[in-house]
């Protein structure tokens, strides 16, 4: 009969163990959330707050025992449920949002889906592009060009968020360029349509940094994203507020830039 090594087998069960400790500890006061959130004060919202940064702080500094990938996939997941609680959200705000992704990157910094979750919660809601460059500029370090596949994406959201929330053209300038780069290597048609639009959008602004079509096209490509509704709501906001519209047909949204630049 084969046997397994002790410590093949105690490994994973240890890192079980520890991720579910973490989440037993807030598991009732998570239940009673989701039940009384309509008339939970601030101040019991606050300590709720305070009490997932020093679980997701917990869970920073735990060791992986080779889960890594697992370990992101679970804090992404309880990502979702924190983002997508807009009644708890509106009260407290997204402020915890780069803690999930500091997680999530240290362990998988391959894990694609996650970035767009990163820029939109961390940028527009949170008000911290600084932190979602800087978390996209650590994951970088682990992405080439053909891995994973479409890690082009990674440096046209962090070019979208050094453009729109720094005002940073240059460095916008230098990351739609890398994104045009690595998204020629491929042939496919969502590729080559990537590596055009982020090598116009470089030239734009190295013609001229304060472009509003530049900053126009780039609110746009969040829309492509699949973005939530207050994220589309606020990108077409921005559109119009620069002089552009956006129009809704069955195949599509129509952009519609201004007569002037």
Not at 47 to 66: C, M, N, V, Y
Request: charged residues 20%; proline residues 5%.
């Amino acid at each position: 009969m084969l046997r397994l090594p002790y410590q093949a087998l105690i490994t994973p069960v240890v890192a079980c163990f520890c991720m579910l400790g973490v989440s037993v500890l807030q598991f009732p006061r998570l239940q009673s959330l989701l039940i009384n959130k309509q008339t939970i004060s601030q101040e019991v919202l606050e300590k709720d707050i305070q009490a997932e940064h020093l679980r997701l702080a917990t869970l920073k500094e735990l060791p992986s025992f080779g889960y890594d990938n697992l370990i992101a996939d679970w804090v992404y997941l309880n990502f979702l449920q924190y983002f997508g609680d807009d009644d708890v959200r509106d009260k407290t705000g997204y402020r915890l949002s780069p803690e999930y992704f500091d997680i999530i990157i240290k362990h998988d910094p391959r894990f694609l889906g996650a970035y767009v979750g990163l820029s939109t919660s961390t940028s527009v809601y949170a008000a911290m592009p600084e932190r979602s460059i800087g978390l996209m500029k650590e994951g970088l370090k682990s992405l080439s060009p053909q891995v994973p596949e479409k890690s082009y994406y990674v440096w046209r959201y962090k070019g979208i968020d050094e453009l729109l929330f720094l005002g940073n053209a240059q460095a916008a300038q230098n990351s739609f360029n890398m994104a045009a780069n690595w998204a020629s290597n491929f042939s496919d048609s969502e590729s080559k349509f990537i590596a055009h639009n982020s090598h116009q959008t470089a030239v734009f602004l190295s013609h001229n940094p304060d472009s509003k079509y530049a900053r126009i096209a780039t609110w746009a490509m969040i829309l492509m994203n699949k973005v939530d509704e207050k994220t589309r709501k606020r990108a077409i906001k921005e559109i119009e507020a620069l002089g552009g519209k956006v129009i809704s047909t069955p195949t599509g949204n129509k952009l519609i830039f201004p007569p002037k630049d």
